[in-house]
């Protein structure tokens, strides 16, 4: 079955980094689109990022562009974020989630980890 | 970057009760570019619906969606107590993907 793994969250001062995991399973990793989705403690849910496929089309959230770097390796069914210059607000529950294609919905999320920067 | 407004913020109900959740868009370029997640305590959220009306995978008919232009609905038509939990639309058709900033249904 389909399974969206996420690792490498915990605890950090500001200004300073993570990289965060999402190893993917039960599914052919290459062939779909992924993206990161956060969201803060009791709060709603904001897309961070996305990545194509092939890795070729990335886009960002304002709130992340210039500090966060998004990749894929597809050789190990795997997804990334780099995260840097982490603020207090970037605390959060970091999600990885697939979509089939461009303008197709999420259709599997992985259970999250958690960033917090205090 | 469009907006999502969801209404009401929260809605009480009893279980056997109808649903009906309101999704508001600050454009019309949503076009069928929406979905609805549900989310319980402590879980990922979970896709329900997409294009506005095609149910997701394993989901019950009780739920349904419909609307156009800037204005969308997820109905529940009979709840089951496994449906109280939060609900968020989500535009896909332009970045930044945007979530409104759910809705909740609790047990009356």
């Known amino acids: 079955q389909v399974q969206l793994v996420e690792s490498g969250g915990g605890s950090v001062k500001p200004g300073g980094s993570l990289r965060l995991s999402c190893a993917a399973s039960?599914?052919?990793?290459?062939?779909?689109?992924m993206s990161w989705i956060r969201q803060a403690p009791g709060k709603g849910l904001e897309w961070v990022s996305y990545?194509?496929?092939?890795?070729?089309?990335?886009y960002y959230a304002d709130s992340v562009k210039g500090r966060f770097t998004v990749s894929r390796d597809n050789a190990r069914n795997s997804l990334f974020l780099q995260m840097n210059g982490l603020r207090a607000e970037d605390t959060a529950v970091y999600y990885c989630?697939?979509?089939?294609?461009?303008?197709?919905?999420?259709?599997?999320w992985g259970q999250g980890t958690l960033v917090t920067v205090s | 970057e469009i907006v999502l407004t969801q209404s009401p913020g929260a809605l009480s109900l009893s279980p056997g009760e109808r649903a009906t959740l309101s999704c508001r868009a600050s454009?019309?370029?949503?076009?069928?570019?929406l979905a609805w997640y549900q989310q319980k305590l402590g879980q990922a959220p979970r896709l329900l619906i997409y294009?506005?009306?095609s149910r997701a995978t394993d989901i019950p008919d009780r739920f349904s969606g419909s609307g156009s232009g800037t204005d969308f609905t997820l109905t529940i038509s009979r709840l089951e107590p496994e449906d109280f939990a939060v609900y968020y639309c989500?535009?896909?058709?332009?970045?930044?993907?945007?979530f409104g900033q759910g809705t909740k249904v609790e047990i009356k």
């Open positions: 990545i194509s496929s092939s890795g070729n089309t990335i």
């Open positions: 039960g599914f052919t990793f290459s062939d779909y689109y």
């Open positions: 294009g506005v009306s």
């Open positions: 989500q535009q896909y058709g332009s970045s930044p993907w945007t």
């Open positions: 454009q019309s370029d949503v076009s069928t570019y």
């Open positions: 989630a697939r979509a089939v294609r461009w303008l197709q919905p999420l259709d599997y």
